[in-house]
């Protein structure tokens, strides 16, 4: 390995070692990234129900045509 890098490497592992433990910098992007998440989920499940409500009204609309058609005929 190169000395330069072996010395660099030595360096960060001493930097890690050395950390005093988690800071608000450390936490706060996983909490803005656990909102973000659970707001895409959220969305995805809204849509998930509008989904259904839109198969329902189909549904309705279809079997209203058929009965029309059948008083037609």
Excluded: C, H, N, Y
């Excluded at 390995?1 to 706060?28: H, N």
């Amino acid at each position: 390995m190169d000395p330069e890098w072996l010395a660099l490497a030595r360096e960060a592992v001493a930097a890690l070692q050395t950390t005093q433990g988690t800071s608000w910098v450390d936490v706060a992007p996983l909490i803005v990234s656990g909102v973000g998440l659970s707001g895409i989920f959220w969305g995805l499940f809204q849509m998930q129900q509008a989904g259904r409500r839109r198969d329902r009204e189909i549904d309705i609309i279809a079997e209203t045509l058929a009965e029309l058609l059948r008083r037609t005929k």
